[in-house]
Every structure is written in structure tokens, then in C-alpha cells.
């Protein structure tokens, strides 16, 4: 935990600076010691921790992690290009995919309780930010999962229960969250009435309509249909709202409802 602060700072930079395509040299200082990491173009083309060369991709993330252990760090960017080449890496890498590797040791290992703590109850979204650190990034299994659930909007409470997730999805999410990739979203009940509106009329299937992949199965499917409930149940809307509005909003959820059971019971087809 003594290095998550600082790993949070220079990750959630080094994102930036890839998102921007930046280049030029990232300056590190801390505790007396000093650290640089140079990019062109968002790509990390060389770094060295006390005059030590990193000279293999290992070699970064090493480096990036032991100053993630210092305290009261000072970063600052100087852009400008680098002239020497004899300490380039043989292969640049993309800062996030650096950032992403960090977060993930410096997480490692932290207690449930801190996690919950700091995830609550809300539920979490996908962020712009969070759509770009994985492009292109090698994904672990309960990732992947993870993943495709935020992309849909998930409960914090739910998220050790679901299908691929667990303990190890649960602290991946509140990576995310301090990174700044997933963040708690307010609203959204109209537009989502309207889009569960349109896949009724079109008749979609019973995972369709519960944002479900298709053979996902009854467990899936009560955790989904409860989460689009809270956003679409009539009440959600208030009682100044009109008598149409809420009348479609009875009869999705309870289209949702049927689709559940369907799932539930083998005949979603």
C-alpha cells in the first residue's frame, strides 16, 4: 500500500501522456533520487533510475515501479527530443501498457476491506480514458470479464459474484477507478428507456434484451435484470412524470422480467 499513492501519480501520467501521443522526457524526483523516462510519440523509447539504463521492456517496469516507492514525488515533463541513441530501447513500448503493468503489482495484494471501502455501492462505467488504456493490451482472463461488464455498467456489489470476476475482478475495478478508467455514472435512464424501447419492437432475443452475450446463463441474467431495473422501474422516473413514460416503463421491466425466466429456465430461444 506505501507505494499506491505515488504508482496512482505516475501512472495516471504517463496515460495522459500517452493519450496525447506525447514526446519528450517525463522527469522524476523523490526522496533524493532521480529517474527519467523518455517518449516520442507516446511510445516510452528509453528510462533509467539513478543513471542505470533500463534496456529491455522488464527493465521499464522495474524501473517504473521501484520510484513508484518514493515519497513526495516531483514529475515534470521537458519536451523536448532526445539526441543520444546508444540508451534507446531495441523496442519502444506504449506508456499505458507500462502504467497498466504498475498499477496492477502495486495493487496486488491489497485487503478486500480497503477495496470495498474505496469501491462503495455504486455502479461503475467505462470511461473514455479507460476504452483507450486497453487498446491493444494483453488482458488477463478476469480482465476480459470485467471488461465487458463495465462496458454495460456494474454494481460494485456485484461484481465479486459474476461469472469470471471474483476477488481478482473486484480489485481490477478499483484499479480502474484510481486510474481514473472507471467511474461511477449518474443518469442515463431516459436514453436507456428509449434503446430498451427500440429492442422490443424489434424483438431481440432474451440476452439482447438484458445486454447479455448470448448462452450467458440464469445467474447472469438475475444480476443483469436487476441492475436495468433500478434504472428503468417506474418510480425511477418520479411521479411528475408522464402517464406514457411510465406506462412504458411498466412494460419493460416487465419484458425484462420474462426474459430472465426465459434464460433462466432454458427457453431464451
Known sequence: MRALPSATTVCRVLIGLDRAGASGTLHVHGEGRRATISLESSQIVGANIDRRVATSHRHVFENVLQMCTWE??????????????????????????????????????????????????????????????FRGAELRPEETAVLFWLRRGVPAEDL????????????????????????????????????????????????????????????????????????????????????ALRRASGEIVTALVDAEARIASGRAD
Not at 199 to 215: C, I, Y
Open 72 to 133: 513526495g514525488l516531483i514529475l515534470r515533463l521537458v519536451q523536448a527530443p532526445a539526441a543520444a541513441t546508444w540508451w534507446k530501447l531495441a523496442e519502444p513500448v506504449p506508456a499505458r501498457t507500462v502504467a497498466l503493468q504498475t498499477m496492477r503489482a502495486a495493487v496486488k495484494g491489497v485487503d478486500t476491506a480497503s477495496v470495498r471501502s474505496g469501491l462503495g455501492n455504486t455502479t461503475y462505467h467505462l470511461t473514455e480514458a479507460g476504452e483507450s488504456l
Open 160 to 243: 465479486l459474484t459474476l461469472t469470471g470476476c471474483g476477488l481478482a475482478g473486484y480489485r481490477f475495478v478499483w484499479m480502474l477507478k484510481l486510474l481514473g478508467a472507471a467511474s461511477p455514472k449518474a443518469g442515463g435512464s431516459y436514453p436507456l428507456l428509449l434503446r430498451k424501447r427500440r429492442q422490443m419492437r424489434k424483438q431481440v432475443s432474451a440476452h439482447a434484451l438484458l445486454d447479455l452475450p448470448e448462452g450467458a446463463g440464469g445467474r447472469d441474467a438475475r444480476i443483469a435484470l436487476r441492475k436495468l431495473v433500478r434504472d428503468l422501474h417506474p418510480d425511477r422516473f418520479g411521479e411528475r412524470a408522464p402517464p
